[in-house]
């Protein structure tokens, strides 16, 4: 028994050593968690979302998206209304424009400066635009007008405009008010016009103003101006007493009765 022991234990180390031999070792190489990010409405432009979503219904779109949107709302403009649907993501944004009525269909989409743009003109809407990506996306592109008329937080933009729907470029102005679109003039006459009812408004509230501290002007110069009395002769204890008195009555003029029976 011991002899079988003995041998037993001499054989341990020889059998260790050959599954340590026989062991078959796998090394893995690179980043096992990366793995190819799914493709998003980011990865595409307004061209290439409008080919993924024609036909497409809002409930549709909004349920394929990765993320809720930032707004949901109705824009109206030439006699229609529209569902707007905007996502926003820093500085990028991607707008989707469906019908209003049942079903809500796909129409248009969004994804720079010149997308809005395209789509405000083709669907007579303003879907909304922020300055910053208006003055990034065409930069020394445009210029801006009537900066000595415009309130304070007012700027209104001239742009040699064309896209794939207008061929031609003409000149288009675009007015942003607190920092977002608010309206677009077609005409050189249509702006000129709004800046001229800018002009009379100003001068009218200027010469409101001038008029308003010349009143109060001279409600100070009256309120100013003091009234000085004294005695000449007579007059109560509390005058006698507190009053100045007139110290040569007679350089005084005073007025004569004249009889009425002359």
Same mark, same amino acid.
Do not use: C, H
């Given at each position: 028994?011991?002899?079988?022991?003995?041998?037993?234990?001499?054989?341990?180390?020889?059998?260790?050593?050959?599954?340590?031999?026989?062991?078959?070792?796998?090394?893995?190489?690179?980043?096992?968690?990366?793995?190819?990010?799914?493709?998003?409405?980011?990865?595409?432009?307004?061209?290439?979302?409008?080919?993924?979503?024609?036909?497409?219904?809002?409930?549709?779109?909004?349920?394929?998206?990765?993320?809720?949107?930032?707004?949901?709302?109705?824009?109206?403009?030439?006699?229609?209304?529209?569902?707007?649907?905007? /996502?926003?993501?820093?500085?990028?944004?991607?707008? +989707?424009?469906?019908?209003?009525?049942?079903?809500?269909? +796909?129409?248009?989409?969004?994804?720079?400066?010149?997308?809005?743009?395209?789509?405000?003109?083709?669907?007579?809407?303003?879907?909304?635009?922020?300055?910053?990506?208006?003055?990034?996306? /065409?930069? $020394?592109?445009?210029?801006?007008?009537?900066?000595?008329?415009?309130? $304070?937080?007012?700027?209104?933009?001239?742009?040699?405009?064309?896209?794939?729907?207008?061929?031609?470029? +003409?000149?288009?102005?675009?007015? +942003?008010?607190?920092?977002?679109?608010?309206?677009?003039?077609?005409?050189?006459?249509?702006?000129?016009?709004?800046?001229?009812?800018?002009?009379?408004?100003?001068?009218?509230?200027?010469?409101?103003?001038?008029?308003?501290?010349?009143?109060?002007?001279?409600?100070?110069?009256?309120?100013?101006?003091?009234?000085?009395?004294?005695?000449?002769?007579?007059?109560?204890?509390?005058?006698?007493?507190?009053?100045?008195?007139?110290?040569?009555?007679?350089?005084?003029?005073?007025?004569?009765?004249?009889?009425?029976?002359?």
């Amino acid at each position: 028994m011991k002899t079988f022991l003995l041998a037993a234990l001499l054989l341990l180390p020889a059998v260790a050593q050959t599954w340590a031999q026989d062991e078959i070792i796998i090394e893995m190489t690179g980043d096992a968690s990366a793995a190819p990010a799914a493709t998003t409405m980011w990865d595409y432009s307004a061209v290439q979302l409008t080919r993924r979503l024609r036909g497409k219904t809002r409930e549709q779109v909004l349920y394929d998206a990765p993320v809720v949107s930032d707004k949901d709302r109705i824009v109206r403009g030439a006699g229609k209304e529209y569902a707007l649907v905007e /996502y926003y993501s820093g500085r990028d944004f991607r707008k +989707f424009l469906f019908k209003a009525e049942s079903p809500q269909t +796909f129409v248009a989409a969004a994804a720079n400066a010149a997308d809005v743009l395209a789509v405000n003109k083709k669907y007579g809407v303003n879907i909304g635009l922020p300055r910053r990506a208006f003055e990034d996306f /065409y930069g $020394e592109q445009i210029s801006a007008e009537g900066t000595d008329i415009l309130p $304070e937080g007012t700027l209104l933009y001239k742009l040699l405009y064309r896209d794939i729907n207008t061929p031609t470029p +003409f000149n288009r102005w675009f007015l +942003f008010e607190k920092d977002d679109l608010t309206r677009t003039f077609e005409t050189e006459a249509d702006k000129n016009a709004y800046l001229d009812t800018l002009k009379k408004q100003n001068e009218e509230s200027a010469e409101a103003q001038r008029q308003a501290q010349e009143a109060a002007a001279a409600r100070t110069q009256k309120q100013n101006r003091t009234v000085r009395k004294a005695l000449i002769s007579g007059g109560t204890a509390w005058d006698q007493a507190n009053l100045p008195r007139v110290v040569n009555p007679r350089l005084i003029p005073t007025p004569t009765l004249k009889d009425s029976s002359d």
